[in-house]
Nanobody, 114 residues
Framework: QVQLVESGGGLVQPGGSLRLSCAAS????????TKWYRQVPGKQRELVAT???????NYADSVKGRFTISRADDKTTVYLQMNSLKVEDTAVYSC????????WGQGTQVTVSS
């Protein structure tokens, strides 16, 4: 089992920045990929960014150049640095960890508004 807890969400003005954290506990060694998703009510969940065990990253076109996914050296926490935020980035952001199964956190709300 893997437990995930997201933090760092909040209210920010357009053009601002936030850093989200996804803290993992449990069978961390079983995790091969960690992902950040976001979802707006009534819309399909969107895969935002992924990072593999080897450190390879991938991003949705909508966030390339603005968001950066990274991982702490001890691999217990994955971050999502979000810069140049736009109103359309408003969503609930959730992380998932893929090992034998896919585990999910509870999500954190990000609101971009003036």
């Amino acid at each position: 089992q893997v437990q995930l807890v997201e933090s760092g969400g909040g209210l920010v003005q357009p053009g601002g920045s936030l850093r989200l954290s996804c803290a993992a506990s449990g069978l961390i060694a079983s995790i091969t990929v960690t992902k950040w998703y976001r979802q707006v009510p009534g819309k399909q969940r969107e895969l935002v960014a992924t990072i593999t065990n080897s450190g390879r990253t991938n991003y949705a076109d909508s966030v390339k150049g603005r968001f950066t996914i990274s991982r702490a050296d001890d691999k217990t926490t994955v971050y999502l640095q979000m810069n140049s935020l736009k109103v359309e980035d408003t969503a609930v952001y959730s992380c998932s960890a893929v090992g034998l199964f896919e585990f999910w956190g509870q999500g954190t709300q990000v609101t971009v508004s003036s």
